[in-house]
């Protein structure tokens, strides 16, 4: 039939036929884009058979959307025949390609993990190709790989053995103007079925993986393995020929031989089950060498370690290095320490509340951590070991928490408000469920995700396709205030995770718990540890004094079989997360984080378990332009701080030589009076003369959150510590030093956050200053009273400021879509009659945090989920509020969990604004470790517990 337009579409040309259909290439006239347009030739056109498998192929590629699988755009009929609208891919099929010859072998590697990918899509969708082949597989100019033609594909509704005939196969490779003989199209499938269905026997998922190997065979080698002269030749070849493995390439890796020996095994019950397994073989591009098992006094399979370059400069150890690809004839029995560096232009995010910790696969070949490229969002990057530079995971900014699926393929991760996953194979992103500052999770063998939804309460499990989230473990309140950092054992039921307490005081509770999933009986407390752990070699790791540790330990019965082996020291832990910062792999991979250069062991052990987090902390102060002035207390562990009303003194934070957090008042009378023109921008000038700074709090615990009364004789504080007197908010005067208990702590914690400009009211976060879903905002009469609610909404409210007139509250809170947060304005109730409390104002666009007022009320400005410093006009009309478009004014140091404060008008010719400066302490490094369980009877491994592992603040 002479067909120029079917519907919209006007056909251009014949690209094909075949025993199933006539292909068209047509121009789709709405969307003037190029279709690919499949019929069924006129004289098969009323097979009912022919037909039903004609639009069975139009469900199956309605049910796919992978980049490695062409599209189906839609159903047409057009003069009684019905005709399928398909993606067009530009380019030549593989077929087309092996006429020139076989594919390098890096190419052919990169194609058939792209063919894995689309046929692995089509598998998870209960779809079964059945002819999988050059002919049906297209090379886009871009050098993507697409899957086509599912003709004869079998869903799960197709199951009858009649439809293993082999007369009906769609390929659609024969010339136009080629007689589509019956032999013809038969010779172009039989070289790759698989036995069975040579056989005319029922087949399933694992025929695809045998068309597959004769696939990945022939772009190797440039032939079919199993190709004859005659159909029969080739059936016969098919079921009886050996495959011969001689003809591959030089430099063929192992590990690509085994894929080709697992795909064209015969008996299908010994073939790769997943085609997945196959994707994650193929990217392992190490050999198996033997290792010498210390724990266990036998060799085993291990990975081919590498040939290191290690360059100074500068002084500091800067470690490169490149996996060479090598066969090992002996047992490797020396260990192997790398160092991993960040990406060109980018800086790690490792450690705090918006951070990727770095994650190693468990075949130890590739690395994922976060990391901000030219101090833009962060997001995730992969190192493959094998490369020399990582490669950015599109769609992950501002992803936290990392983790690997069992398969390598995955990658979990946490968004402020979602858990999602990330395909490293299509590069794709999917969201799981909601997940409110998630905590951690692990993939289990069997497809779920334990997780924790948010830093307080227990353990949730959920299917990695999304699903309802079903409690696996319950907090104990008196102990522990979150379960966090699940690991799965491999091999298992079992499960680990860290309990620990943000009630200072209490850390002596801090343990890493043993689970059964499968099991309702309580999970078993194992090793006191303020971090998370991990399983493997037959070994608890854990971290102590920044030391890694590695304990033997029974899984099953949760008994240990002897004392702890040193691994590794100077490990970085996060005490603000509680995350041990290392990861290891099930074959001798080990990945942790390292102290920057300037903290040691020893100050950890003398200040507590988590001075090192903010050693190298500052306090910076900036111009109205973002020029970095002036540095104040410089390498000082630093949370928050508060900027006094005059502008002359900092109070702030910190922790002491005895592990208990005090606050320090540190004097900015001394700021520099060069004029702005002569301002270094790339160097912070720390003053010729630092006053020292004074202690102001001294009390055994934590004095936290120090607020500056509006007149600056007094500062307010949380104290959390012993028995020895009420937890609650104070007040103490600057002068004399009295004390003054304002409010007794209540169920939940109490944080003074900001004072009133008249001095009458206290503004107090309810249930932590950090971000969390359980905020609520509270005016404190300072005198006494009852407490006046402000926000009490169910979601996030914190970080509230009260303009300098004292008539409206600016805070940050969860936003009403998807839980985003956002910078809202609301009048302040104390000031306004009734009628008028009950409005409020969205000031920013996107994720901001923390609102600050300038002095004269006539800006606002906050930080957004990048750190950039945006600001707003404010314009009071009546009894209302305008807010300009926010504006963004410079990149800042702010991080998560940390602060910043305006100057008043007129102090300091430069200074503006003054921010906790986290930079340094994202100097933290990376390090890799080879054959670490060489360690486990090492000489080295003795270790003494030293000094004392101090208190967390909150």
Known sequence: ??????????????????????????????????????????????????????????????????????????????????????????????????????????????????????????????????????????????????????????????????????????????????????????????????????????????TDIWSFGVVLYEMLVGESPFVGETVSDSIGAVLHKNLDLDRLPSGTRANVRRVLERCLVRDKALRFRDIGDVSVELRSPTEDVAMQSPARGRSRAWIAIAVVLAVACVGLAVAMFTIMKQQAQNAITRVVRL???????????????????????????????AASPDESTRRLWLRDLSLPDARELNGTEGANFPFWSFDGRYVGFFTPSELRTYDTVSDTVVTVCESSQGRGGAWTEDGRIIFAPRFRGGLVIVDSNGGEQLPLTTLDDELHTSHRWPFVIPGSKHYLFSAVSSRAGEATNNAIYLGDITSERPPQRLQPSDFGGAFAAGHLLYVRDGALLARPLDPVSGQFEGESSLIARDVAPDPGTWHGQFAVSDRGVLVYATM?????????????????????????????????????????????????????????????????????????????????????????????????????????????????????????????????????????RIGDGTETLVKVNGEKDDYPVDWTPDGKYLIVVVGTVLVSEFNDIWALPVDGGEMIPLVTSPGADYSPKVSPDGRWLAYTRAGAAGGKWEIAVIPFAPAWPEHLQDRSWVVSQGISHMPRWSPEGDELFFVDQDGRLMGVDVEFVGDSIAFSVPRMMFQTPWDIGRNYDVFPEGVGRDNHFVFVDVTRKNEVGLSVVLNWPILLNSKQSGYQRRGNVGQRGF
Request: glycine share 10%; proline share 7%.
């Open 1 to 206: 039939m002479d067909v120029s337009q079917i519907g919209p579409y006007s056909v251009t040309r014949e690209l094909g036929r075949g025993g199933m259909g006539v292909v068209y290439l047509a121009c789709d006239t709405r969307l003037k884009r190029q279709v690919a347009i499949k019929a069924l030739p006129s004289q098969l056109a009323q097979d009912p058979d022919r037909l039903a498998r004609f639009e069975r192929e139009a469900r199956v590629l309605a049910q796919l959307n992978h980049p490695n699988v062409a599209g189906i755009h839609g159903l047409e009929e057009h003069e009684g025949a019905k005709y399928l609208v398909l993606e067009y891919v530009e380019g030549e099929t593989l077929a087309s390609r092996l006429d020139r010859g076989p594919l390098p072998l890096d190419e052919a590697l990169e194609v058939a993990v792209q063919i894995a990918a689309g046929v692995e899509v089509a598998h998870d969708a209960g779809v079964v190709h059945r002819d999988l082949k050059p002919g049906n597989i297209m090379l886009a100019p871009s050098g993507q790989a697409k899957v086509l033609d599912f003709g004869l594909a079998q869903n799960n509704e197709a199951t009858s053995q009649s439809q293993t005939n082999l007369p009906d196969s769609p390929t659609i490779t024969t010339p136009a103007g080629q007689s589509p003989t019956l032999p013809g199209v038969i010779l172009g499938t039989a070289a790759y079925m698989s036995p069975e269905q040579a056989r005319g026997r029922r087949v399933d998922k694992r």
């Open 339 to 369: 160092s991993l560096e960040p990406p060109t232009g980018a800086k790690f995010r490792l450690s705090g509340d918006l951070s990727g910790p770095a994650v190693v696969s468990r075949d130890g070949m590739r690395v994922v951590f």
């Open 596 to 732: 920057p250069k300037h903290v040691s062991g020893q100050n950890q052990r003398e200040r507590g378990s988590f001075a090192w987090d903010m050693e190298g902390d500052r306090i910076t102060s900036f111009d109205y332009e973002g020029r970095e002035t002036t540095a104040y207390a410089v390498d000082t562990p630093i949370r928050t701080m508060h900027l006094s009303p005059d502008g002359t003194t900092i109070a702030y934070e910190t922790v002491g030589n005895d592990g208990f957090i005090d606050i320090w008042l540190h004097p900015t009378a001394y700021t520099s009076d060069l004029t702005g023109e002569s301002i270094d921008p790339d160097r912070v000038r720390t003053a010729v003369i630092d006053p020292e700074p004074r202690r102001f709090t001294a009390l055994p615990g934590a004095e936290v959150v120090p607020t500056w009364s509006p007149d600056g004789t007094e500062i307010a504080f949380r104290w959390d510590g012993d028995a020895t007197r009420p937890r609650g908010i104070y007040r103490k």
